[in-house]
């Protein structure tokens, strides 16, 4: 007999999905202990699919959450159900997935999606060649019932499908979906394209045997009346061009044709979608020959796509001029990840040994708008294209540009500004003859009474950095300077953050050329801590990192540290151990120490004190967890590299002043831990520290050498570039100061050096560390002392 629900124990499930639906705190606690209590019967999920799928007496949104509370169940337990469980459930989906309501089949879809990722695609054999019967289904709610369940199968299963575990059914399914593309019903042919979309970038054998019908499938619904087909079309020509461009070739003329009025779709959904179009094409090598003829069309389509829409403005608050005094969000706040300290020859110099931190983010000026929109994708294709085409851009941009840039509406004058830094990459040299007019412009757009448009001057200034530190300071670097200090202090967020970033290219471009405004600088920056908000108060911390890696030890003036290091050192004493705002602080007085060298003597012990903290307590929670993982969380490593990388800063900035404060504590140890983590990050800055030890008190490694070397030598390793590179800038550094006492040590490295250098695209600051022109002579010389004088050929 069919199992049937005691009407009791209805009722009470049926309470408990009210209950669940109420904002009450107290509520949602109880309903979450009953749930837990619930699930210790093997028929509550019986329930549960019973409410979804037969109840149609109760109303759509408590059935649905019952399906969305057996899906949850399913997720968390499902091995622990019953056979005969398991099977009502997946009977009951397959009988009820042309339920009248659009929200009921959804939510049945979702369910057969997560019993098949639960592995249950081989051991439900019947469910896809029954789902892809139900599409034969004279009945619309069965076949879009069906058609949503198949979708989020091969969205979820898309290499499982393609392979031979289950005997290959896209043999079946492709040619199957490639019917429907001609259906009445635009939902039933958006289903079937967006199936077979999900097969374009894997090359699916089955969809590559089909290629040619599904190409010429797609053409016939280009003027398709649903935006969701005509979006789905968009989306799978651009996988293609990605895939199979040897296919759209000789349709290229067509297909851009095509694209170009589709990037002015009415619906932006479409428009966002092909407009991906010009960015994929602009990575092909046709891309130059395929657009030449048609950038007089496709330029003034991306500028108009770069204004920023009503909602958007909304969004941004755009009406909002003074917001300075609003505290954040958290949410409002993006999670930070630290960058492990990867060390090049130029690290003794004192310079920036980052060396690939380049913003590669092309519309960095609204990034709350954290979807990716028209505008952004329009930027970003104007800026690849720009770096495609060079100076043949202009001729279709220059004219455009002047109406943008003077424009009453600020709407308009703003995405012209926009244009202008999105084509300063690829465009650099056909615009110098503009920029002594443009940049004065810009730096007065500064002043506009839109803060929209001020902190997008900050940007696109940004991006003309290079060329304002080229010219002489009086002409354009420091009226820039000027002003964008003064936008630090805007009375606008998202001005300062703008501002700030804006800078801090600015810093890494002059260097030096700032060393006459420090003191107006650091007035400013200093000023600044009063008045940020949180978000704003971590990308401050990064001005003021890249200021120091940009003047180094000009910074070592009492003046100077006396304005800048109180702020900084009561911001540390207020933060938290577990505090992830630690990250970008410990960042920034990273820089600030190595810079200040001597003049962070009076701050050093307590910072020195809390790293080793740091490390100590991060390594103890990570052996707490390997232990009993039950009991213990995880521990975020990001506090141990950030603290290492500090302790790196300390060393380099402190030189032989470091000597004591390593004496009085356990460093060593603890480094020996470090690096043999599990984590590439923490090897990685554990090198880096080992290195800048050996340096400033090598008599303190010096014991540690016979338990470190055997570490060295198995993080030779090419694969984790960073890691190898930081473990051969140490090993260098030992045998600098180790000399003929090496000799024992070379078996562990020698072998894995040669292959460094023999192998072939190794990046140029790994080779440099190898120690072609420093340490590997030596270590040859040795081998050569070792070997009786015999040498070897590498």
Request: aromatic fraction near 8%.
């Amino acid at each position: 007999m069919e199992w049937q629900p005691d009407e009791q124990g209805l009722q009470q499930v049926l309470q408990l999905l009210k209950d669940s639906q109420s904002p009450d705190t107290a509520t949602q606690r109880a309903v979450q202990e009953k749930l837990e209590q619930l699930n210790q019967f093997p028929d509550f999920n019986n329930y549960l699919i019973f409410v979804l799928t037969s109840l149609k007496s109760e109303d759509e949104p408590t059935r649905s959450l019952s399906g969305l509370i057996l899906k949850n169940n399913v997720k968390a337990h499902y091995q622990n159900f019953p056979p005969n469980v398991a099977d009502f459930i997946k009977r009951e989906c397959l009988n009820n997935i042309g339920d009248p309501s659009p929200l009921i089949r959804a939510t049945i879809g979702i369910l057969i999606t997560t019993i098949a990722s639960k592995g249950e695609l081989q051991t439900w054999p019947e469910l896809l060649p029954q789902l892809c019967n139900l599409l034969n289904s004279d009945d619309y709610n069965t076949c879009e019932g069906s058609f949503g369940a198949l979708q989020k199968i091969c969205e979820d299963s898309s290499e499982l499908l393609d392979s031979d575990a289950l005997n290959r059914p896209l043999n079946i399914m492709i040619p199957k979906f490639l019917q429907f593309f001609k259906h009445c019903s635009p939902k039933i042919r958006s289903h079937a394209i967006a199936c077979v979309n999900q097969f374009i970038i894997g090359r699916a054998q089955a969809l590559m045997d089909n290629i040619d019908t599904f190409i010429e499938s797609l053409f016939a619904l280009a003027g398709d009346e649903d935006s969701e087909v005509r979006k789905n079309v968009c989306r799978a020509l651009v996988m293609l061009l990605e895939v199979r461009i040897d296919r759209l070739i000789p349709h290229m003329h067509s297909i851009i044709q095509y694209m170009l009025q589709r990037t002015q779709d009415p619906d932006e959904n479409v428009a966002l979608e092909a407009c991906e179009f010009w960015l994929t094409l602009a990575e092909q090598p046709i891309c130059k020959e395929a657009l030449s003829g048609h950038l007089v069309q496709l330029i003034p389509i991306l500028v108009n796509g770069m204004k920023y829409s009503e909602i958007d403005i909304i969004l941004l608050k755009g009406d909002v001029e003074e917001d300075e005094a609003v505290p954040d969000s958290e949410q409002d706040i993006k999670p930070r990840f630290h960058k492990s300290r990867t060390v090049t020859l130029q690290h003794e110099g004192g310079e920036d040994e980052e060396g690939e931190d380049i913003d590669e983010d092309e519309d960095d000026d609204d990034d709350t708008l954290s979807d990716w929109n028209l505008r952004k994708c329009s930027a970003a294709a104007l800026d690849v294209l720009a770096n495609v085409f060079r100076e043949e851009l202009l001729p279709h941009l220059l004219p455009l540009l002047k109406g943008l840039l003077f424009h009453p509406d600020w709407v308009i004058k703003e995405s012209g500004i926009l244009v202008l830094g999105a084509i300063a990459e690829g465009c650099m040299q056909g615009m110098v003859p503009y920029l002594p007019e443009l940049i004065p412009h810009l730096i007065q757009c500064l002043c506009d009474k839109k803060a929209l448009v001020r902190s997008i001057a900050c940007w696109t200034l940004s991006r003309y950095a290079h060329w304002v530190v080229s010219q002489p300071p009086d002409a354009h670097l420091k009226p820039l300077m000027t002003e964008l200090l003064k936008r630090i202090l805007d009375g606008n967020k998202r001005v300062q953050e703008a501002a700030c970033s804006a800078f801090a290219t600015l810093e890494e471009e002059a260097c030096t050329e700032l060393v006459p405004y420090l003191s107006f600088i650091l007035d400013t920056l200093v000023f600044a801590f009063g008045k940020y908000q949180h978000k704003n108060l971590l990308i401050l911390y990064d001005a003021i990192g890249t200021l120091a890696d940009s003047v180094g030890h000009h910074l070592n003036q009492p003046e100077y540290i006396e304005k800048l290091m109180p702020p900084l050192i009561a911001k540390w004493n207020e933060l938290k151990d577990e505090d992830k705002d630690l990250f970008p602080l410990l960042e920034c007085l990273s820089s600030v120490a190595t810079a200040l060298q001597s003049g962070f003597l009076p701050y050093c012990e307590p910072v020195y004190q809390r790293c080793v903290t740091l490390v100590q307590k991060t390594l103890a929670q990570a052996m707490m967890y390997s232990q009993q993982p039950d009991q213990y969380e995880a521990p975020d490593k990001d506090f141990m590299i950030v603290a290492l990388d500090l302790l790196s800063g300390l060393a380099e900035g402190l030189g032989g002043h470091v000597d004591t404060l390593v004496a009085r504590s356990n460093i060593m140890t603890l480094l020996f831990q470090c690096m043999q983590d599990t984590m590439p990050e923490v090897r990685q800055s554990s090198f880096a520290l080992l290195g800048d030890l050996t340096k400033a008190c090598f008599p303190h490694v010096k014991p540690c050498i016979a338990e470190f070397m055997p570490i060295l030598g198995t993080n030779l390793n090419p694969e984790f570039i960073s890691v190898c590179n930081n473990a051969t800038w140490a090993i260098g550094e030992i045998c600098m100061q180790m000399g003929v006492e090496m000799q024992p040590y070379i078996a562990m490295v020698l072998n894995q050096l040669v292959e460094i250098i023999n192998r072939p695209n190794t990046p140029k600051t790994l080779l440099e560390n190898t120690g072609t022109c420093r340490y590997f002579p030596s270590i040859l010389y040795f081998e050569f002392l070792k070997g009786g004088g015999q040498m070897f050929l590498i």
